[in-house]
């Protein structure tokens, strides 16, 4: 009996291999479909902010705590600060701070115990039953990796996938866990960042960011 060749394996496309990296290296889940999406409130939750004000809270996040930029190539962020963490200025329109898995949750309460909730903040938590565009793995090249190879753009920050850049990348073979911001760190127990400085800080920025944009607004003449 003859032996059976095997036939040559199909390469594997860009999108899969982003997909590959989030599953196998960092154990994280993904949402199917395309673009390529996390599933958030499992490993971790998001705090999406803008850029000016997350860049001013990232003091309060461990070395290691992943962060993200995303949307928005056409507006630039102009933050000095921005340009002081060198990201690229195309993507800095807002910015994801990932957060233990449950603050989506406790964001509400604890911006009412910081006396934070009578204000309209733009300031969003993405937990459980959400997801957030996998920004792509450091050193792959940007461009779309949607399944057909082409870009999808549409509302939500569907567009093609490298709309969203990584500025502090998660480490492969580590627990995400220990780097995250999280309620049982207040009062300084353990090595996790303090969520609740965190919040406090990036709702402090996130006013005032508010308060700049409405100074820079023509008045309204009647």
Not at 93 to 100: D, E, G, P, S, T
Request: net charge neutral; proline share 13%; glycine share 12%.
């Amino acid at each position: 009996m003859l032996p059976t060749v095997p036939l040559p394996r199909r390469p594997l496309h860009p999108s899969d291999s982003v997909r590959q990296w989030y599953e196998n290296e960092l154990g994280w889940a993904t949402v199917p479909g395309s673009p390529l999406r996390l599933a958030a409130g499992l490993r971790f939750d998001v705090l999406d902010v803008p850029a000016e004000a997350g860049v001013r809270a990232l003091q309060r996040l461990g070395p290691v705590s992943p962060v993200a930029l995303h949307a928005s190539r056409s507006a630039p962020c102009e933050d000095p600060a921005a340009r002081r963490e060198k990201w690229p200025a195309r993507h800095g329109k807002r910015m994801w701070l990932l957060v233990a898995a449950g603050s989506a949750e406790e964001l509400p309460g604890l911006l009412d115990w910081l006396e934070w909730g009578a204000l309209a903040l733009d300031l969003t938590a993405i937990g459980a039953g959400g997801s957030i565009e996998a920004p792509l793995p450091p050193g792959v090249p940007e461009g779309p990796l949607t399944a057909d190879g082409a870009g999808t753009d549409g509302p939500g920050g569907s567009g093609p996938q490298g709309a969203a850049v990584w500025l502090r990348p998660p480490e492969p073979g580590c627990e995400v866990e220990p780097s995250l911001p999280t309620l049982s760190a207040v009062g300084g127990g353990g090595g996790a960042p303090d969520l609740v400085r965190l919040v406090n800080t990036v709702a402090t920025q996130c006013h005032r960011v508010r308060l700049r944009r409405a100074c820079a607004q023509p008045p309204a003449y009647s």
